[in-house]
């Protein structure tokens, strides 16, 4: 993808889902999407789970969705954080 400035750039759109089966779509740019890629392609059948901060949301089409912005929005995979814990524990209730 060329970007309005004509940089070049790669994206990746993903629908994140919570417990509740609410989905919002998701676009990421740049380096987030090798990161995501990686761990897309893992060999074990664990959820992926991701936290993602200060994401800009928009309205394109009336769908509403998120998307990072450069040098702010910050992604964290498969974290060590306590509420992911108490999610995964969620998930496997479910």
Known sequence: MVT???QA???MTLY???LEK???KCTVFGDMVGELVKLAARDD???LIIVAQLFKPSVYLNEAYIQNTRY???VFLNPNFP???AFRNR???L
Do not use: F, W, Y
């Open 72 to 74: 702010v929005s910050q």
């Open 83 to 85: 509420e992911v814990a």
């Open 22 to 24: 609410n989905k919002i």
């Open 4 to 6: 309005k400035a004509g």
């Open 45 to 47: 059948v664990q959820p």
């Open 91 to 93: 998930l496997v209730k």
């Open 9 to 11: 750039t790669t994206c």
């Open 16 to 18: 994140l889902k919570d």
